[in-house]
């Protein structure tokens, strides 16, 4: 089992711009191209985690509160963690929980969910760098999209030096790289 963050970013690290669109992604040529591969990839995620500002982002872009069955189309009936200090709408039927629990408890939860599969960290950044603060982030996928924002939500608003990242794979998908990184935990002191 490895704790993986996954997402799209913009080549020069954002994840979205400053009013949290991601508009920029959907307007690359071939998007949906790179998106092919994704249902591999979910196949392996036997639990997922995200942010408030992920969650609503999803709520309001698939209308999910309206029509919950398009959870359920992309997501199943995977256990998923959003982490919050304020209240979220409910989608029907989804399997989500709501916590402001600290990252290490929440993902002794997540690993139990799990079993031998892996945990999808979907983001944001912050919450993909609590994670990695922790010790828990195993794996990096970054999406590079052929765009810069020049401004917006980072990537991964961490110092994350190469002595702990070791490339794995290289792909083009249409317009696309997708990068692949493990982690190392940091070194204690």
Known sequence: ???????????????????N???WLFEVPGADDAES???DFLDGIGAMAMGSTTYEWLLE??????????????????????FTHRDLPIIAGANVTFTSDDVRAVHAEMAAAAGECDIWLM???????????????DRITATIA??????G???LPRDIRSDRLTLTSIL????????TYDVKPKPTT
Do not use: C, K
Not at 65 to 71: E, I, K, S, T
Not at 146 to 151: D, I, R, S
């Open 1 to 19: 089992m490895a704790t993986i963050y996954n997402t799209a970013t913009t080549l020069d690290g954002y994840l979205a711009t400053t009013d």
């Open 61 to 82: 872009h698939e209308s999910l509160v309206d029509n919950p069955a398009r959870w359920q189309e992309w997501y199943a009936d995977r256990p998923t963690w959003v």
């Open 123 to 137: 983001g944001g950044g912050d919450l993909v760098g609590q994670f990695d603060d922790a010790g828990l982030l």
């Open 146 to 151: 052929p765009v810069t924002l020049g401004a």
């Open 153 to 155: 939500a980072p990537f």
């Open 21 to 23: 669109s991601l508009s």
């Open 172 to 179: 083009q998908r249409g317009q696309f790289a997708e990068v």
């Open 37 to 39: 591969s994704f249902g």
